[in-house]
């Protein structure tokens, strides 16, 4: 019994982590907010190569794309969708085992060139590691988007 409770007390700030009050996140002169500086982060608009990831591309209009992605959020799982704007869409991911947080952005510039262009940004909340998870979702949602 002894273990046990020793066992809930070193991971219990392990876990405190996964409620983390949320970011102070959204549009900010045309740009989402830029990652931090561990490997937990993908952005479109980023300069360097770690954590740079493609925009999203859609050859129709920025309505019909924004609700394409928000078709592909809803079904995906563990996933809430806290806004959903016109030019902006901001959700949650939480894993599985340990529940940690991850928000996910959705930016939609006004662009005249004929075609719409979404940027991205994928972060985790806490942690410095996130093994891959956020660009391995970024890029999920981009084969599922232009299937």
């Known amino acids: 019994m002894k273990q046990l409770i020793l066992a809930g007390l070193v991971c219990l700030p392990l876990l ?19 990652c931090p500086k561990s490997p937990n ?28 992605l928000l078709q592909i959020l809803t079904s995906e799982k563990q ?8 030019n902006y ?12 947080v991850d928000d996910v952005e959705f930016y939609f510039p006004d662009e005249q060139t004929g075609e719409t262009i979404i940027h991205i940004r994928s972060a985790s909340r806490v942690g410095y590691f996130d093994l891959g998870a956020n660009r391995s979702r970024i890029e999920h949602i981009r084969n599922t988007f232009n299937q």
């Open 41 to 68: 982060c993908v952005n479109s608009q980023a300069v360097g190569e770690t954590q740079y990831i493609e925009p999203l591309r859609y050859a129709g209009t920025p309505q019909e794309a924004r609700a394409r």
């Open 79 to 86: 996933t809430t969708i806290l806004t959903a704007q016109e």
């Open 16 to 34: 405190a982590g996964c409620g983390k009050i949320p970011p102070e996140l959204g549009i900010n002169n045309g740009e989402l907010a830029a």
């Open 89 to 100: 869409i901001r959700a949650e991911f939480r894993s599985t085992f340990f529940r940690f």
